[in-house]
């Protein structure tokens, strides 16, 4: 067996019967170029690990000579008797799970759990930015400086809150990924988010009854009926959607949000207002056999899911600006405050689990705060002022 040279490696004929044929080095056992019958010429390694015969393509000939190659099976060689395997760490990289294998099992297992809109959320971020960011590379290949670049690219792209969600996405994906073993860390965690400014956008002065006359006159009254709960619920958009008749006691005038629907995961149950007592006598009088409050507009199986349209049709009636369905609920939330009922019993009403959630309303209590002092005001006024002395009148025995 002959040591290989750069001009065997060039002029050594391809095989004729065989599909390859390799040649081995007379130098370093193992070694040897190996050439097709199409005439491809690679230096490959053979060795064992575990008892098992393996094969390792160092690179293809003229790209590798046969210097370089021979030292690359050198050192090859003192590693796997070391115990490395070379050919088996090169078919656990290609295993590897990608970015698009966590995305799907993320959909998959994790995002059933979360509310539809939320589900919804995280599918659409998924196909527009972290899988054609993301999606072919391996899980295990993500660093930090990858994640933050995408921040800033969706950032630049004009939606600073949209980037801070997409974050909040990659985090929680890559969290499960350390769960589920795909890597050992989170490149997401330590992200610098955007700014985000809590709104704060009740319906105010002439606002409400321009609302008011607009959802009357509204074509499409499911829509209306719909804002109209919200309204008079402060619930969420969600809730209100999905609301099935069997979580209603009209005779009672008790809504129990089941758990699968609310926020906070657990079972809300809230008293209802006449006037959403009424709103609910009137749609169900109305109904047909749908289990749903609002069932979806086209007739098939579900409820009602988007009235983003109607919304929008509906604002420009009333001639409202910045308003969101959402702010429905705080202008519930702001009602409730400006009529003087303390921050726990607000937050009972709209299913917060936290009080630092509700605190957010504390500010609308200025006016019911006001009139109380206001009061202790008069009282202390009258109190100094001259009064005619009180006459002693003798009761006889």
Known sequence: MNRLTDEFARSVPPPTALKSKIHYDGEVKGFGLRVTKAGARAFVLNYRADGVERRFTIGSYPDWKVSPARKEATR???LVDQGFDPMGERHEDRAAPTMSDLCDRYLTE??????????????????????????????????????????????????????????????????????????????????ERNNEEKRNRYLV?????????????????????????????????????????????????IWVKPSSHTKQKREHRIPLSAGARLLLVEIKASAGSSEFLFPSAQGTAGHLTDIKRAWASICR????????????????????ASSGLSLPVIGALLGHTQASTTQRYSHLFDDPLRAATDRVGAIVAAAGEDKPAATVVRLKK
Request: charged letters at 30%; aromatic letters at 6%; glycine letters at 6%.
């Open 76 to 78: 090859l060689k003192r």
């Open 317 to 336: 009636l009333a001639g409202l600006t910045g308003v969101r369905t959402h702010d429905l609920r705080h202008s519930y939330a702001s009602m409730l």
């Open 205 to 253: 002065g002439d606002e409400l009854r321009r609302l008011t006359e607009a959802l009357a006159a509204y074509p499409v009254q499911m829509s209306a009926n719909a804002i109209r709960l919200l309204l008079l619920t402060g619930a969420r958009r969600g809730e209100v959607l999905a609301a099935r008749w069997d979580q209603f006691d009209l005779d009672a005038g």
């Open 110 to 191: 994790h995002a059933p759990r979360k509310r539809e809109t939320s589900r919804r959320e995280d599918e659409a971020l998924i196909k527009r930015w972290v899988k054609p960011e993301f999606g072919t590379r391996k899980v295990s290949d993500i660093r930090h400086a990858d994640v933050d670049a995408l921040h800033r690219k969706i950032t630049g792209h004009g939606t600073p809150i949209r980037a801070n969600r997409t974050m909040s996405l990659i985090s929680k994906m890559f969290s499960l990924a350390v769960r589920w073993e795909m890597r050992d860390d989170n490149p997401a965690r330590g992200i």
